[in-house]
């Protein structure tokens, strides 16, 4: 059955897409997955460290953003993708490591290519699903737009953050900290409707884990067996500068009335969070020097 879904784009992702036929039919051959899960994550949360682990294992997917609508048009034309449903299926063909699939995704990129999280979850409605937000939301909303203004989002390659480009500007900051917070009001609110328990967690827990510990908290939370002990070559490195920290403290103490009424909208969600460090109690050990 074919899922009829409305792409609130300004053009359709896939109109330009030249189905190259033999490709498509030898990928189409391929075995779907057999177990998809779904990070939900908010910007300047930390997925790209977490995707990265992922991936090094070799066993549990890469989990990339397929859904972001930058990359949509491109996978798209790599896939053999004409429509929706056909980029969903290919996806779940190429991107799956030992039948299983991963895939990271934001509630702006639901709305914008599923047009909301109904027609998203009909495409994988038995995935396990992750839920990556962080608990300092100020700290977030500066990061985020710090990486508009500079258009650096990670760094990977050893060289020092780069601050110039980004002034103090509490407009943007406040505008970046609602866009961050209708991510989270959206998913929770998909969460409670469909009755989705994820699993919950942070930046800051995560950022206190192995890449061995968070990998193997994913393994568990799939129903898979541990990863063993194994070398990480992890890439990504802290981005924020002391500049980021001091941009925060101002915004906090200039905006501390609006803040407190995000506090206490976000205390709920926060006090579920799950306590992942004690579900890898057994884990625990020296971090090996390359964990981020």
């Known amino acids: 059955m074919r899922i009829a879904t409305i792409l609130p784009f300004r053009r359709d992702p896939f ?23 779904v990070i939900h994550f908010t910007p ?5 460290r977490l995707t990265e682990i992922l991936a090094a294992t070799k066993r549990l997917s890469a989990a990339n953003e397929a859904f972001n609508p930058s990359f949509v048009p ?32 934001t509630a702006h990129h639901v709305t914008a290519l599923f047009g909301g999280f109904d027609a998203f979850h ?17 700290a977030q909303a500066v990061s985020l737009a710090k990486m508009v203004a ?23 900051i406040r505008h970046w900290l609602g866009h961050i917070r209708k ?8 969460f409670a409707r469909a009755g989705i328990t994820p699993l919950r967690m942070s930046y800051e ?19 898979l067996p541990d990863i063993p002990p194994m070398p990480f070559e992890t890439r990504h490195e802290k981005l924020g500068t002391g ?23 976000r205390a709920p969600m926060l006090a579920r969070l799950d306590r992942v460090a004690g579900m890898v109690a057994d884990l625990a050990g020296e971090r090996p020097e390359n964990s981020l």
């Not at 991510?183 to 998909?190: G, R, V």
């Not at 827990?205 to 129903?223: D, E, K, M, Y």
Request: net charge negative; hydrophobic share 45%.
């Open 15 to 37: 109109a330009g897409v030249a189905v190259d036929a033999e490709r498509r039919a030898r990928l189409r051959r391929r075995p779907p997955a057999s177990l998809d899960y």
């Open 44 to 48: 300047r949360s930390g997925s790209s």
């Open 74 to 105: 491109r996978m798209a034309q790599a896939l053999n993708a004409a429509d929706l449903d056909d980029y969903v299926a290919a996806l779940r063909r190429r991107f799956n490591t030992g039948g299983i699939y991963g895939v990271e995704v």
């Open 122 to 138: 009909a495409h994988f409605p038995t995935a396990r699903n992750f839920w990556l937000i962080r608990e300092d939301i100020v």
């Open 150 to 172: 500079t258009k650096v989002a990670h760094n990977t390659g050893g060289k020092g953050p780069e601050d110039d480009g980004f002034a103090y500007d509490a407009g943007q």
């Open 183 to 190: 991510a989270e009001t959206a998913c929770e609110d998909w």
């Open 205 to 223: 827990q995560t950022v206190a884990l192995s890449p061995l510990q968070l990998a193997n908290l994913v393994a568990r939370h799939l129903g």
């Open 243 to 265: 500049q980021n920290a001091d941009f925060a403290a101002r915004f906090r103490a200039e905006a501390a009335d609006f803040l407190a009424g995000v506090e206490a909208a």
